[in-house]
Every structure is written in structure tokens, then in C-alpha cells.
């Protein structure tokens, strides 16, 4: 690959992508001249346009911007960009050095101490937590993130000051995460996912294990307690376990809700740290937060530096996300989108507001994941009260003959379940009895948030 340092322009194709986004920035930042293509105009392109970032919208070689060579440029792909678009094929033809994104994230990452949290679903949140804790620690840090932190309202981090620390995600989507070597590392969970590429569940354990094998020596692996990451995979770094509040080298103990936060202690090697605050919902993110606070301890940050800021932090936009709150409704959006996701969210719902309606809206993501987990999903969506089902959001996919919402609907025991298509959702939305309003997913439900809200709120003055 060409020397960074002599890059002049970065394309980017899939530039809305989350995580193709936090890499325009940090080009940007860089002093690069960076523009991208994407299919369809969203709240993050438009947010990079504003940024001084040139985004298009039209598959067309003729639109790429002017100065663009192959000694130059850099291009950066996304797996979502089909081998027929045009204007890959036309900078492949001429040379061009086209990267995946996950090359290019290593090319960044691996020469400095990189933390890097990986795992089948919590990476963001886990990620999001730690930047947040060493950005407000004598340590700092840079971080390329997974989603847009609500504390800094980007998915791009930079360090204030002199630091080597940068946190990133490690995606095991197309085995992204193979491409890094990072110093600490974190495996939140590997549960059955994107088995359209790896086959079998036992193909993904082998990947997330030669992930850990790839910690550089000297360096950390944390692994929730029950994975089957084996310590021979990696036998000069150093092993630790953290869970919720099972027995591990991390946990929480003594865990309360008090006033909406969540309190605990933390169980440490190194013996017991009293009175954690954390100020944002589901039980779930107690069990991040004892990851997040781990690898932060671990990297050097002081205990007070780390219950301090663990306080103070905010979220990520679409994890646990509560857009309102009146007597009648709370309305959260979740980008939960695999079973055991669903089934985290919902439980915390129901933790939180014992007694409540919980109504939940899913619009499964991508045909090859409804097809291999649509009892999974079924069994979650069973501990709603009511179910409102969503057409498939296709993503990067061509649709599977027989592959359809209606296979998960059918395996749904509860009666008290509707499809629905999105056009259809707000009419439906002027029915929903009083509770919490869940809506779930990871594609494009999110744009029917404020449209549900408007709903909601003309109900609760009505």
C-alpha cells in the first residue's frame, strides 16, 4: 500500500457506512482531501457534507472528483459494494489501490497500543465506554468507533495530547477483526451470526480465537467468563475473565438500581472497588461497564478516574436509546438485531419497568440471518406482550426464495402479534396500549422514530 503520509484524495465506496464514516473523518482530520460514494442520502452523510466532506449519490465514473490518480488516492470499500457497481470497476480497471475498510483500520491501529473489542454483539457499547473512560483519564486516546457516542456526538475520537492508545471495534463480519494486532483485547461474546459466510458456529469460535491469537505479546485478552477461547490460543499475553456478576477475575457485585442508575461494586484481581455509578439503562450495560472499566484499569487509568467518568457517561445513539417519556409511553430504539440482542434488551425493559406493557417493533435484518435464526428470534420476541413484526431490511443482501418475515411470524407463540410494513407502522402506532414502546433493529427503523414519537406524544395529549 501506498505510504499514507503521501496520500492526497481518500474515496470512500459506502462512505454512509458507520464505520466507513469514523475513517473519513479521521482522514479528514489528517489534512486529506476525502469525498465518497453511497446509495442513499442519510442524517450521517448529510452530517459529513457538513463537515466538509463531498458525498454522491449516483453509481457513475463520470461524478468521481477531479485529480484522482492512482499515485495519489487511496479507496476504501465496503463488503455492502457489489462486484457489478460501476465506479469500482472503473478504479479497479485503472489501477486504482482500492482497501477494505478492515485493511485500512489495521494499517491505522497496529502500529500503536491498540484496544480492540470484538464479539458477536456489545462491542460498540464496550468500545464507546472505554474511549469515554481514558478520553476523561490522565492517559486520553484516540478511538474509531462502531457509533455515534452520545458524550461527543461522533464516531470519531482524537487524542488532546501525546498518547499511543487508539480504541477501535474488531468486527468479525467477512473476518474483518483478522486484519488487527492489537496490545488488549476484548471478546464480549460469539454467538451464531453471518453464517452466510462462516458456515457453522464452530467456524466463528476458531475466528474469534485466532483473533486473541493475534494480541501482540505483552499484551491482555479479556474474555467474558464461558467463551470458548482456549489461553494455549495465546501463551505470552496475559488472560482475564469478566462477567455480570458471576464469579470471574471482573464482576459486579452488590448491584442496585437507585433513582435510574445502576450501582455496584467492582470485584477486582486486585481486590474490591466500591460504588460504580452508572447513569444509563439495562442490566446489560452493567456487564459492559465492568469489561469497559477492566480494560481501563488495565491500561493504567486510576480507579477514580474511572468510576468518575463511568458516571458521566451518556450511550450510544440506537443502544438503549429512550426518545420519550411521558405517563403514558416510554418509546426506546434499539439497534438489536440477533436473538440473544433482543433478548438482553427486553429483559432489561422488563427489569426496569416491572409491571409495564412492553410492546416490541422488529424489523429483522438481512434474509440469510432470518433464515438461520428465525426460531432464535421467535423465542425472543415470545417475552414481549406484544409483537409487531417488520418486513426484512435487505442490506447488502438479494432476497432468498421463501425467506420472509412470515417465517419468524409463524414460529411466534404469543397471539398477540401483527406484520406490518413500514408505510403501515404509524397507522398501527395510533393503537399501541400505554407501556414501553421497544423498536429494534439494525436497519432503517430507526427513521420511523420520530414519526412513532409525534404518534405517541398526540396520544398522551389527546
Known amino acids: 500500500m501506498q505510504d499514507i503520509n503521501k496520500i492526497e484524495q481518500v474515496y470512500f465506496l459506502g462512505i454512509g457506512g458507520i464505520g466507513m464514516s469514523a475513517l473519513a473523518r479521521y482522514f479528514k482530520h489528517l489534512g486529506k482531501a476525502v469525498s465518497g460514494y453511497d446509495r442513499v442520502e442519510t442524517e450521517l452523510t448529510r452530517r ?5 466532506i463531498n458525498v454522491h449519490y449516483t453509481d457513475d465514473p463520470a461524478t468521481l472528483p477531479h485529480g484522482m490518480n492512482p499515485g495519489n488516492t487511496l479507496v ?8 457489478s457497481h460501476r465506479e469500482y470497476n472503473f478504479l479497479k480497471e485503472n489501477n486504482f489501490s482500492i482497501k477494505k475498510r478492515s485493511q485500512v483500520l489495521g494499517i491505522i491501529c497496529n502500529p500503536l497500543h491498540c484496544i480492540a473489542v470484538s464479539g458477536t454483539h456489545g462491542k460498540t457499547s464496550v468500545s464507546t465506554m472505554i474511549a469515554h473512560i481514558l478520553k476523561n483519564s490522565s492517559l486520553d486516546c484516540s478511538a474509531i468507533l462502531g ?9 470519531l475520537l482524537l487524542a488532546e495530547k501525546e498518547t499511543p492508545f487508539i480504541v477501535t471495534e474488531a468486527d468479525e463480519f467477512d473476518r474483518s477483526f483478522l486484519q488487527l494486532q492489537p496490545t488488549m483485547a476484548v471478546v464480549t461474546s460469539m454467538d451464531a451470526d453471518h453464517l452466510e459466510i462462516y458456515g457453522t458456529h464452530e467456524a466463528i469460535i476458531e475466528a474469534f480465537n485466532q483473533f486473541v491469537s493475534q494480541v501482540k505479546p505483552g499484551g491482555v485478552a479479556l474474555v467474558k467468563k464461558g467463551l470458548k477461547i482456549s489461553e494455549s490460543t495465546n501463551q505470552y499475553i496475559r488472560h482475564y475473565s469478566y462477567s455480570l456478576s458471576e464469579q470471574a477475575d471482573f464482576y459486579a457485585q452488590n ?30 450495560n452493567v456487564e459492559n461497564a465492568v469489561a469497559a472499566s477492566a480494560m481501563a484499569l488495565m491500561a493504567g487509568a486510576g480507579q477514580e478516574e474511572v468510576k468518575t467518568a463511568l458516571a458521566t457517561y ?5 443502544r438503549f436509546d429512550i426518545h420519550l417519556r411521558t405517563g403514558k409511553y416510554i418509546l426506546i430504539d434499539d439497534y438489536a438485531h440477533h436473538p440473544e440482542e ?13 409491571g409495564a406493557i412492553v410492546t416490541g417493533i422488529f424489523q429483522p435484518h438481512l434474509f440469510s440471518r432470518t ?7 421467535a423465542k425472543s420476541l415470545d417475552l414481549l406482550d406484544e409483537v409487531v413484526l417488520m418486513d426484512i431490511y435487505p442490506a447488502r443482501e438479494e432476497p432468498i426464495p421463501g425467506v420472509t418475515s412470515d417465517l419468524v411470524f409463524r414460529k411466534i407463540k404469543n397471539n398477540n402479534k401483527v406484520r406490518c410494513t413500514k408505510a403501515e407502522l404509524p397507522e398501527l402506532a395510533r393503537n399501541f396500549k400505554p407501556g414501553i414502546i421497544l423498536m429494534m433493529g439494525a436497519g432503517d427503523i430507526d427513521t420511523m422514530v420520530e414519526k412513532i ?9 389527546a
Do not use: C, H, W
Request: aromatic share 10%; no cysteine.
Open 314 to 318: 451518556q450511550g450510544v445513539k440506537r
Open 453 to 461: 414519537k409525534n404518534i405517541l406524544t398526540e396520544k398522551k395529549n
Open 371 to 377: 433464515s438461520d435464526l428465525a426460531d432464535g428470534f
Open 48 to 52: 459529513l457534507q457538513a463537515e466538509g
Open 255 to 284: 448491584i442496585r438500581l437507585m433513582e435510574g442508575a445502576y450501582q455496584f461494586d467492582l470485584f477486582t484481581p486486585d481486590g474490591i472497588i466500591p460504588n460504580f455509578v452508572l447513569n444509563y439503562p439495562g442490566l446489560m
Open 76 to 83: 476504501v470499500l465496503t463488503p455492502a459494494i457489489p462486484a
Open 147 to 155: 457509533g455515534i457516542s452520545k458524550n461527543y456526538q461522533t464516531n
Open 342 to 354: 433482543l433478548k438482553a434488551t427486553i429483559t432489561s425493559v422488563r427489569d426496569m419497568y416491572k
